[in-house]
């Protein structure tokens, strides 16, 4: 009887626990974070100060960034993609975003938003 009770409180526990680890795991998974006006508004003044750039430019450059940011989830999001196709596909987007940044910005700003990595890579494959 003492066991049967012993046995019946370990398997809830052990269903708590799993409960517990599930919705854990499932705030922390990585899915895209919806940005709020107020967060958009805040990256763009963001861009617009680092960059000293007018309002319609730090726009763009705000877009720019979003975009590449939830094209690079998406690709790493499918796990059908092998290693290889997922890094071209990233230094693709990667490429694009970076065209785009030298369409509407200086040199030095340029150097001030995208990393020197993306940059020695885009001057490696020209």
Known sequence: MVYQILNQNMKFQAVLLFLV???TA???SQQPIAQ???NKLQLRQFFQA???IDSARAAQVSQIQENYKSGV???VADTSLSEAVRRARINAIMEVKNQKLRQILSQAQQEKII???ERV?????K
């Open 21 to 23: 680890v599930i919705c």
């Open 26 to 28: 499932k705030g922390y």
């Open 36 to 38: 709020s006006k107020e």
């Open 50 to 52: 680092r960059l000293q």
């Open 73 to 75: 989830y998406l690709v």
């Open 115 to 117: 990393p020197s990595s």
């Open 121 to 125: 890579v885009n001057s490696s494959i």
